[in-house]
């Protein structure tokens, strides 16, 4: 479930 943690992070960095 790391990874959906990570890919969350990176959709909210992206989104900035």
């Given at each position: 479930?790391?990874?959906v943690?990570i890919l969350?992070v ?7």
């Amino acid at each position: 479930m790391v990874l959906v943690l990570i890919l969350d992070v990176d959709t909210i960095i992206m989104s900035i």
